[in-house]
């Protein structure tokens, strides 16, 4: 966190970058798809709005959702201060673009992305801002090769930002995006930040611009990739039992559903990340030596995918299907 004359000019630039931002990405998984974003421009009573994106019922995605808000309000809520209580009672601004792309194909992985940057302010002291966000992957049938590309692109996302950057986001982004009911990680990581301030506000902007724009690098080729490998009603159930998992997350853990609860945003826009489809199934677990279980033997559990690592401990080497 920050505290710095950060004006009205940054603020919009900040705004400007996230609109773009949110256009670039809505375009390429169109034209990718073949279907069109429905949008929803909305007001929020409180202060600000936004546009909610979403695309349901495509050929290539079954459901995902690209949003775009800017909200403020006379009060941080409670989970904007859980760990900063010093900003309680605060003022406070927050824009950013979150999505989430749940494709048809359960060989082709679901993607999460973030980008924000929130202000807190207090009369008579100095505005605190900070940006966060990230992106990662989660897959149903995993393949190193996708693994490796999703990680080499988030660690030349961090390069020019100090080599020990990519390390410590990957490593966040592990231990926030676990499942602790469950005992495992929702995926195979990737970056996550918050409360960055690093180098002060043209530097902080610029990381997380460059975080922004690497996630269309990092997923449209696995998308590419995947979404026509043939599949049966065996992946298709494992998949949206894998889903209910995103969902559980989702409704108990992720910081930005609670945030956007917690403040009165749009709940259909909040939500938007939840699958059009998904299943739980009372005590379910993988069939030893199946596909399924090898989610959960070599991709479920936090690893070094790049620089590329040899096996861990008590591991054969192979290809992963790649």
Same mark, same amino acid.
């Not at 949008?39 to 290539?60: H, P, Q, T, Y």
């Not at 490796?148 to 986001?169: I, K, N, T």
């Not at 030893?288 to 995918?305: M, V």
């Given at each position: 966190?920050?505290?710095?004359?950060?004006?009205?000019?940054?603020?919009?630039?900040?705004?400007?970058?996230?609109?773009?931002?949110?256009?670039?990405?809505?375009?390429?998984?169109?034209?990718?798809?073949?279907?069109?974003?429905?949008?929803?421009?909305?007001?929020?009573?409180?202060?600000?709005?936004?546009?909610?994106?979403?695309?349901?019922?495509?050929?290539?995605?079954?459901?995902?959702?690209?949003?775009?808000?800017?909200?403020?309000?006379?009060?941080?809520?409670?989970?904007?201060?859980?760990?900063?209580?010093?900003?309680?009672?605060?003022?406070?601004?927050?824009?950013?673009?979150?999505?989430?792309?749940?494709?048809?194909?359960?060989?082709?992985?679901?993607?999460?992305?973030?980008? #924000?940057?929130?202000?807190?302010?207090?009369? %008579?002291?100095?505005?605190?801002? +900070?940006?966060? !966000? &990230? @992106? $990662?992957?989660?897959?149903?049938?995993?393949?190193?090769?996708?693994?490796?590309?999703?990680?080499?692109?988030?660690?030349?996302?961090?390069?020019?930002?100090?080599?020990?950057?990519?390390?410590?986001?990957?490593?966040?982004?592990?231990?926030?995006?676990?499942?602790?009911? #469950?005992?495992?990680?929702?995926?195979?990581? %990737?970056?996550?930040?918050?409360? +960055?301030?690093? !180098? &002060? @506000? $043209?530097?902080?902007?610029?990381?997380?611009?460059?975080?922004?724009?690497?996630?269309?690098?990092?997923?449209?080729?696995?998308?590419?990739?995947?979404?026509?490998?043939?599949?049966?009603?065996?992946?298709?159930?494992?998949?949206?039992?894998?889903?209910?998992?995103?969902?559980?997350?989702?409704?108990?853990?992720?910081? %930005?559903?609670?945030?956007?609860?917690?403040?009165? !945003?749009?709940?259909?826009?909040?939500?938007?990340?939840?699958?059009?489809?998904?299943?739980?199934?009372?005590?379910?677990?993988?069939?030893?030596?199946?596909?399924?279980?090898?989610?959960?033997?070599?991709?479920?559990?936090?690893?070094?995918?790049?620089?590329?690592?040899?096996?861990?401990?008590?591991?054969?080497?192979?290809?992963?299907?790649?």
């Amino acid at each position: 966190m920050a505290s710095s004359g950060v004006g009205v000019a940054q603020t919009e630039a900040v705004k400007a970058y996230l609109m773009d931002l949110q256009d670039r990405i809505c375009a390429a998984l169109a034209a990718e798809d073949g279907g069109s974003f429905r949008e929803d421009v909305w007001a929020r009573a409180e202060g600000g709005g936004g546009r909610s994106r979403v695309l349901e019922g495509g050929a290539v995605i079954e459901k995902g959702g690209v949003n775009f808000s800017h909200v403020m309000g006379g009060r941080l809520p409670a989970s904007a201060t859980a760990h900063r209580p010093e900003l309680a009672g605060r003022s406070f601004q927050a824009m950013g673009v979150s999505l989430v792309i749940h494709p048809r194909n359960p060989h082709a992985p679901t993607s999460h992305a973030n980008v #924000r940057f929130f202000i807190a302010e207090a009369e %008579g002291q100095e505005p605190v801002w +900070w940006f966060g !966000g &990230g @992106f $990662d992957l989660t897959p149903y049938y995993g393949q190193d090769e996708d693994c490796l590309h999703w990680h080499r692109v988030a660690a030349e996302a961090c390069a020019l930002f100090g080599g020990e950057v990519y390390p410590r986001l990957k490593q966040w982004c592990d231990e926030y995006f676990f499942i602790r009911h #469950r005992d495992e990680p929702r995926g195979v990581g %990737g970056l996550f930040f918050d409360d +960055w301030s690093q !180098g &002060g @506000f $043209d530097t902080a902007f610029a990381f997380m611009r460059s975080v922004g724009d690497a996630y269309l690098p990092a997923y449209l080729p696995i998308l590419r990739r995947r979404k026509d490998t043939p599949y049966g009603e065996r992946e298709r159930e494992f998949q949206l039992i894998r889903r209910g998992r995103y969902v559980e997350f989702n409704l108990v853990y992720d910081r %930005g559903t609670l945030f956007g609860l917690q403040t009165g !945003g749009r709940t259909e826009s909040i939500l938007m990340s939840l699958p059009a489809q998904v299943s739980w199934r009372y005590d379910w677990r993988p069939e030893p030596g199946s596909a399924e279980e090898r989610l959960y033997t070599r991709y479920l559990k936090p690893r070094q995918w790049w620089p590329q690592a040899g096996p861990a401990a008590g591991e054969t080497a192979d290809a992963g299907g790649a």
